[in-house]
């Protein structure tokens, strides 16, 4: 999962793209990826320069990243360390930066890169987040298990829901 540059392709030579939100860790750190159809501007103005507000909900073998900018509404993003592609997974202290979470968006109708920005993680927020982490990577997976749980929790709370009940939160400006 690439930054990519504002204005320019987000995957050299795709110019449509599926909307789908992605959080990742890798060795280059956090990454939140937004690829999203009908843009509006308020839309890319909050993502880049919105108050962004974070939280983090455990449930089971499932890590929500629960998150907003600006005015508009909470969204979510599931983890597990275990989904992640084995060449490029990695303990959080393995990571360029684990306190910086580099947030991507795009236009999934031209797959333009709109917006990139770096949110500084709190203390608090950073290490609880490499820590739920590493806890989630040095234990069992089962993928099937994993999957019925997400939906799980997907029948039964929001995103707003799951910040309500989440164990950590910050706000940046």
Not at 28 to 45: D, F, M, S, T
Not at 77 to 91: A, K
Not at 122 to 132: D, G, I, Q
Request: charge should be negative.
């Amino acid at each position: 999962m690439r930054a990519g540059k504002a204005g320019q392709l987000y995957e050299s030579g795709q110019n449509k793209l599926e909307e789908k939100i992605m959080y990742r860790l890798d060795s280059e750190g956090h990454r939140l990826l937004i690829v999203k159809a009908g843009l509006i501007n308020q839309e890319i103005e909050n993502i880049q320069n919105g108050m962004a507000t974070l939280s983090i909900y455990i449930d089971g073998p499932v890590i929500f990243l629960l998150f907003r900018f600006g005015t508009e509404n909470w969204n979510d993003v599931p983890f597990s360390w275990h989904t992640v592609p084995r060449g490029i997974r990695v303990y959080p202290e393995e990571a360029a930066d684990s306190a910086i979470l580099k947030v991507t968006l795009v236009n999934a109708d031209d797959g333009i890169v709109q917006a990139v920005r770096e949110i500084f993680m709190t203390p608090e927020f950073a290490n609880t987040l490499n820590s739920s982490i590493t806890t989630q990577a040095n234990g069992s997976f089962n993928g099937l298990s994993y999957a019925k749980h997400l939906n799980m929790v997907y029948n039964q709370y929001t995103a707003g829901a799951m910040a309500d009940m989440a164990g950590v939160h910050m706000v940046s400006l």
